[in-house]
């Protein structure tokens, strides 16, 4: 007598198919828990480092983890575990003690035990102006139409090099009074100097709320070309893709 296992044969093979996608499942937060995570960028407050439409991995473990490091971010340890402190000139992803739902990107400025402060547009670490040099402008397309932004070379007192915009003199953010960093905590600051909130808004970031640091550039399109249709396909910008994040 013959016995049919074409039943067990079809429970078998669905088993075996939701096995597969249960194991992809953890692989996939694994990685995005402690490895590298994708975010994009909505904003143009890091003109020209990173452009609006620019799309980057993250890497999770260069400042170990936090509470933050974790999906929905539950609060189920305090400190941070395998940490490394960020270094002045970093760009990062963190989250603000006030809003601690929302990522934001940024320069690393302040260290804990820093004296903060813009006079005239000119950034000054620790009473001291850091070296600024004007270079050729860049050109934004923000909203279809091309501007000409002043664009300048910063070099930290560490040696890390890296550009700013600044469109307007005597903006609201030229002049500053002091702040001091405390223990803990790091002074942040857009590239684009004009078109920033940051530290000099809303104040310092602990160290806890640092999630990690941005490391390369995986896809890029023009989002602010609103004239042509799914730029996402159309406008991709081919030459940024696989550009490092310094």
Do not use: C
Not at 129 to 136: A, N, Q
């Amino acid at each position: 007598m013959s016995v049919s296992t074409e039943p067990k044969r079809k429970e078998g093979g669905l088993a075996e198919t939701l096995r597969v996608i249960f194991h992809a499942l953890v692989i996939a937060v694994v990685i995005r828990t402690f490895l590298f995570q994708p975010f994009n960028i909505p904003s143009g407050s890091m003109k020209a480092t990173l452009l609006v439409g620019d799309y980057l991995f993250v890497s999770k473990y260069s400042y170990g983890y936090s509470h933050y490091s974790l999906p929905l971010s539950p609060p189920i340890f305090s400190g941070r575990i395998w940490g490394s402190e960020p270094k002045r000139g970093d760009v990062v992803v963190f989250r603000l003690p006030r809003e601690d739902s929302t990522d934001y990107i940024k320069r690393v400025i302040g260290l804990p035990g820093d004296r903060i402060q813009m006079i005239r547009g000119v950034l000054h670490i620790n009473g001291e102006p850091v070296k600024r040099e004007r270079i050729d402008d860049f050109l934004d397309d923000e909203g279809g139409r091309t501007t000409r932004v002043r664009r300048f070379r910063e070099t930290l007192p560490n040696g890390v090099v890296y550009t700013t915009l600044d469109m307007v003199d005597n903006g609201y953010y030229d002049d500053t009074p002091v702040y001091n960093v405390p223990p803990g905590n790091f002074f942040m600051m857009g590239d684009a100097r004009y078109d920033s909130k940051d530290s000099r808004y809303w104040g310092v970031v602990p160290r806890n709320n640092i999630r990690g640091r941005p490391a390369f550039v995986y896809y890029s399109y023009n989002a602010d070309d609103s004239d042509r249709p799914l730029p996402f396909l159309t406008d991709i910008r081919w030459g940024r893709i696989g550009t490092r994040i310094r």
